[in-house]
């Protein structure tokens, strides 16, 4: 009896043995697909991504560069850049490019490259000085000037890092020659994380150069503002060959995606590269890299769930796919978020150019008319109010997907509210109140900004074609700020209050249900708090001091 006992143990024993051995060779192929599966998704959402923010980042250098065309040709610059109206044209200007995309300033030149008018966000003065190192940057003609906008990478005292900077030609409409020069400048590490931070990319994963090789971004190395392709920084690369023809692939136009080694890192990388065109010329290389460290350890922890669970297959393939799903849910809200920001950039990038071209027709049409014809200055200015409202929506999208963090520095509430206002068109038949005490404090301006216009906005459009008033008080405690937008437009039901700052709830036909919730998003980041009620109407904001 004992020796059969044995023997059925023995039996039993290598039973569970085999299929110990049997599991872990099983999972040894699973780990490796499951490593080549996974990885050949990131790989997929990283050409995503890349797309989708080269298109963003084309997107809005063409605007900018849109803006200054129309500024270029302002009669007003035309006659003098240094008079008082043409400084009046280039702060509307300046407050239009932050709109699109934050500003650091807007230079006037002469041809010979002295600063006549400016607007910036330094308190710093530079008119009468003489922008150097400019005019060897550029192709110049015999004048010194250039005849075309151009994208450059350039250091000055602002910032500690590259800036883009933007030059465009001011060209005498008598002489057809260059007289001038608009000089729009920012930083580039500012500008191109903003980009990243729509698809949750945090700012070590993003790599860009500029059409010359110089590195604008790359936590990899400490050679920011250098050639790419100096000894110096390809001594830094295992494979140099193999990386330099990643970027030439790139440079001709085409999405490409490799996985490298640097001797300093730590590990892999998976880089996904793409150009960025601007007016059908690449001006700069965009990558989304990826350690590929972070992706094994997700995996390795995965495979050691599944390999102590040996002795029963079926329990083990099942809590294989459970730790799978739980380890993976993570990702599908950034991969949700990766389709949002998609749509909203394609949207920005499909709807801007055709907008743009419209609205410079309407601004050569109306120059051509002079208010000859009434019945064109009417539909002229219906086209100008349509253009308006379908850039008012774009912005709204891109300002809910957009999640940067908070950049606080202490501003006039005063000054914010103006500037909010500067930026609307205001109807004669509204008044609109600003407070008379002031109160500065630390806010993201630029966010801050969005939400004062949208809530002012929201008011001119509830009030519509009576005569109404928009009143703005302002009430400081020892702990709060509060700022109340009271308007006289109609009461808003009480159905409607509970929900008015839902996503996506509005009772507009041509509203996007997205601008109150992006005030929401933007005053909880600042720890604050946004309410409204009715009869009479008002919203307010609450901040902390």
Not at 20 to 44: D, L
Not at 411 to 432: F, G, K, M, R
Request: charged share 20%.
């Amino acid at each position: 009896m004992n020796k059969k006992k044995w023997t059925w143990y023995g039996v039993i024993f290598a039973i569970i043995i085999s299929l110990v051995i049997a599991t872990i060779q099983i999972y040894s192929i699973e780990e490796e697909n499951i490593k080549t599966s996974i990885i050949q998704n990131q790989i997929e959402i990283q050409e995503i991504i890349a797309k989708s923010i080269s298109k963003n980042i084309t997107s809005e250098l063409e605007s900018i560069i849109f803006e200054l065309d129309n500024l270029a040709k302002s009669s007003e610059l035309q006659k003098d850049i240094g008079t008082v109206e043409s400084n009046r044209l280039i702060a509307q200007a300046f407050i239009r490019l932050n709109s699109i995309s934050p500003t650091a300033q807007i230079l006037a030149l002469d041809e010979d490259f002295t600063v006549l008018s400016q607007a910036s966000k330094s308190h710093n003065s530079f008119i009468g000085a003489k922008v150097k190192g400019l005019s060897e940057l550029i192709d110049s003609e015999k004048n010194g000037l250039i005849s075309e906008p151009r994208i450059l990478s350039i250091n000055t005292l602002l910032f500690d890092e590259p800036e883009i900077a933007i030059t465009f030609p001011i060209i005498n409409e008598e002489t057809n020659k260059p007289s001038g020069m608009l000089l729009v400048t920012f930083a580039a590490s500012e500008f191109f994380k903003r980009h990243g931070n729509i698809y949750d990319i945090e700012s070590q994963f993003l790599m860009v150069m500029d059409e010359n090789h110089v590195i604008l971004i790359d936590p990899a190395t400490e050679n920011i503002g250098e050639n790419f392709f100096e000894e110096e920084i390809q001594q830094q690369i295992i494979n140099p060959s193999f990386l330099n023809n990643h970027i030439q692939v790139i440079l001709k136009g085409n999405l490409s995606t490799v996985i490298f080694t640097l001797n300093n890192d730590i590990g892999e990388r998976i880089s996904t590269g793409i150009p960025v065109p601007v007016n059908g010329k690449i001006e700069f290389i965009f990558a989304v890299v990826t350690p590929t460290q972070s992706i094994n350890k997700e995996i390795d922890e995965i495979i050691f769930v599944t390999k102590i669970q040996t002795v029963f297959l079926l329990l083990s393939t099942i809590i294989v796919l459970l730790a799978f799903l739980v380890k993976r849910s993570k990702s599908f809200k950034k991969e949700k978020l990766t389709v949002i920001g998609q749509l909203s950039s394609n949207i920005a990038h499909d709807i801007r150019n055709p907008l743009g071209t419209i609205k410079n027709a309407g601004v050569i049409i109306e120059k051509e008319n002079n208010d000859n014809n009434e019945i064109i200055s009417r539909e002229i200015k219906r086209i100008n109010l349509s253009v308006r409202r379908i850039s008012h929506q774009i912005e709204e999208v891109l300002n809910y997907v957009r999640t940067t963090p908070l950049v606080l520095k202490p501003y006039s509430i005063n000054h914010t509210l103006q500037e909010a206002i500067d930026t609307l068109i205001i109807p004669e038949n509204i008044t609109i109140i600003t407070p008379k005490n002031d109160v500065t404090l630390k806010f993201d301006h630029e966010k801050m900004l969005i939400v004062f216009v949208n809530i002012i906005l929201n008011a001119i459009q509830s009030i519509g074609d009576t005569k109404g008033e928009i009143n703005i008080n302002m009430h400081e405690t020892s702990s709060y700020v509060t700022i109340a937008f009271e308007n006289s437009g109609p009461n808003i039901p009480s159905k409607d209050l509970k929900r008015i700052f839902d996503t996506l709830f509005t009772t507009k036909l041509e509203g996007t249900g997205l601008g109150l919730s992006s005030c929401k998003n933007i005053i909880e980041q600042h720890k604050g708090e946004i309410f409204a009620t009715t009869n009479p109407v008002k919203f307010s904001i609450r901040l902390p001091k």
